[in-house]
């Protein structure tokens, strides 16, 4: 049984924020209105066998002619903040040039429809979304799309700099290099493995200039990148099994971390680098490495790593195959692969439900990096089947998903007494979890057979029904408010002329200026 919300509500700190997230190309389709120009993932998703079952994103959610109903939605869900993508493809069609008007318009609706909600706007700039010409000149593995993507960082910045309290420049770059370029699993369907590396590198650049593009801009919003993160598990006591997993753990954690937080590529990977044909300007790792105001974790499940060919390679976490069979993605290739937990509870995906681990991914990057910035859960969610119940006698229809209401339940609490005084991670300042997903998606390669969402999404008809987690993380922040309003009534009790903050909770909604500002 888990915790009840009202008792997790009396864990969360003041100014936690309570939020949830999406991507533009998983639930906008519309991808030839309005001047938007094609993605490389239009291209991949069209392929025969790309996406499982022949699914395709052309219409996803409808999210696009159905936006002020989503975000009544969210404004009836009650959270402080929703993440999505700008679609660069939208606003800068053919990745150069001029902003596209019909896509800045189609954002700035968006924008002014969350703030006169009271919702905090967290904008990501790249979410996979690449425009095909750039996708065709190579890609990430072209050093000119990092330039390319500061410049459409710069044209955000203008556009929304306003609007925007938090900013993320990139979202897993670790899974476009995998899932893009090592594996072939997702766009742009290249296969090259070690031969990727330029991609995390350009990725990695441009992170640095998107930042150094909304510092020029002196957007007010803060500003800060996301990555997965899953913790690598021997699965022995086998030596073998522990360099396996430490192997895999800078592949997939440090790879990425370590130029960010450190200014520099860890030990093994510089010695790699050196026997390699890859070279980049020493200067870049400035650019890289420059001040943020946060840094954004993806977690969703640990990784079980052992020695010796057999079952894939590939950590579930990074590669979003048809299902939870990896061993199409190069199981003998190299000299470890991925375990199971069989003890464990698993996601419609394969993924192992480790709550646990979630204390541990935060403890590791506590330990790895002293001067870590602020964290942001950036993601956390889990795919189950859903069953759809319907009374008949009032024709209305419940979606009794408590597999994920648990899930989000024990996560988000691990999470919160990991970085309380006293907990395994108390020197790491969490200031915020965000739900995958708001609703049911495109999920990538895997189409729409792995719902996410709080919100149930019918393919056929898009009619959306909140599912029994929706009302549950609805009940969640309604008693977090309430315990706040008590507080601060307390408060000004003992202390009748204390100041009430504008925007606190239990106050009236706040203004746009406020709500620049209310997701800190």
Avoid at 258 to 268: E, I, N, Q
Avoid at 325 to 330: R, V
Avoid at 378 to 399: H, L, M, P, Q, Y
Wanted: proline share 7%.
């Amino acid at each position: 049984m888990h915790i009840t919300a009202k008792d997790l509500a009396a864990l969360i700190p003041a100014g936690f924020t309570l939020g949830v997230a999406t991507a533009a190309f998983q639930i906008e389709g519309a991808l030839d209105e309005d001047g938007r120009g094609p993605a490389g993932w239009d291209t991949f998703a069209a392929r025969p066998g790309a996406i499982v079952e022949g699914h395709s994103p052309v219409v996803a959610t409808d999210h696009y002619h159905r936006m002020p109903q989503d975000v009544a939605l969210l404004k009836q869900l009650g959270v402080d903040s929703y993440r999505f993508s700008f679609a660069w493809p939208r606003i800068q069609p053919g990745g150069t040039g001029p902003a596209n008007r019909a896509g800045l318009a189609f954002y700035d609706r968006l924008l002014d429809e969350l703030l006169a909600n009271g919702i905090s706007p967290m904008a990501t700039i790249y979410h996979w979304d690449t425009p095909l010409e750039l996708d065709e000149a190579g890609g990430w593995m072209n050093r000119d799309t990092a330039y390319r993507l500061g410049e459409y960082a710069a044209l955000v910045a203008e556009a929304f700099g306003d609007r925007v309290a938090r900013w993320v420049t990139i979202n897993e770059p670790a899974t476009v290099s995998a899932n893009g370029y090592a594996f072939g699993l997702h766009s742009p369907g290249r296969e090259l493995a070690l031969g990727a590396f330029p991609t995390v590198h350009h990725q990695l650049l441009g992170h640095g200039l998107a930042v150094q593009a909304l510092r020029a801009a002196k957007v007010p919003g803060e500003i800060g990148m996301t990555n997965v993160y899953s913790p690598m598990v021997p699965n022995s006591i086998n030596p073998l099994d522990k360099i396996s997993a430490g192997i895999m753990d800078l592949g997939q954690n440090r790879l990425y971390a370590d130029p960010v937080l450190t200014g520099k590529y860890p030990d093994l990977i510089r010695a790699a680098k050196f026997f390699s044909s890859f070279e980049h300007p020493e200067e870049d790792m400035e650019i890289i490495s420059q001040p943020l105001d946060f840094y954004g974790l993806n977690y969703y499940m640990p990784t079980k790593v052992a020695a010796g060919p057999g079952g894939g390679t590939v950590p579930s976490s990074m590669a979003e195959a048809m299902g939870s069979d990896l061993s199409a993605t190069g199981s003998g290739a190299t000299p470890f692969h991925v375990e199971t937990w069989p003890e464990a509870d698993i996601t419609a995906y394969g993924w192992p439900v480790k709550p646990e681990y979630m204390a541990v991914a935060l403890k590791e990057m506590a330990e790895r990096y002293p001067n870590l910035p602020p964290v942001i859960i950036t993601e956390g969610g889990a795919s189950f089947e859903d069953i759809i119940v319907r009374d008949k006698s009032t024709n209305t229809r419940f979606i009794p998903d408590e597999r994920r209401l648990k899930y989000l339940s024990d996560h988000l609490e691990t999470a919160l007494r990991a970085t309380a005084p006293g907990g395994v991670a108390e020197s790491v300042e969490l200031l915020g979890y965000y739900v995958w997903s708001f609703l049911d998606n495109f999920e990538w390669s895997a189409g729409y057979n792995q719902p996410f969402g709080l919100l149930h999404v019918d393919f056929e008809t898009l009619e959306r029904t909140p599912k029994a987690s929706y009302f549950w993380f609805q009940e969640l922040i309604e008693e977090r408010d309430l315990a706040a309003a008590a507080d601060l009534a307390i408060a000004q009790a003992v202390v009748p002329d204390l100041p009430v903050e504008e925007g606190a909770e239990g106050t009236e909604a706040p203004d746009d200026d406020a709500a620049l500002g209310a997701s800190a």
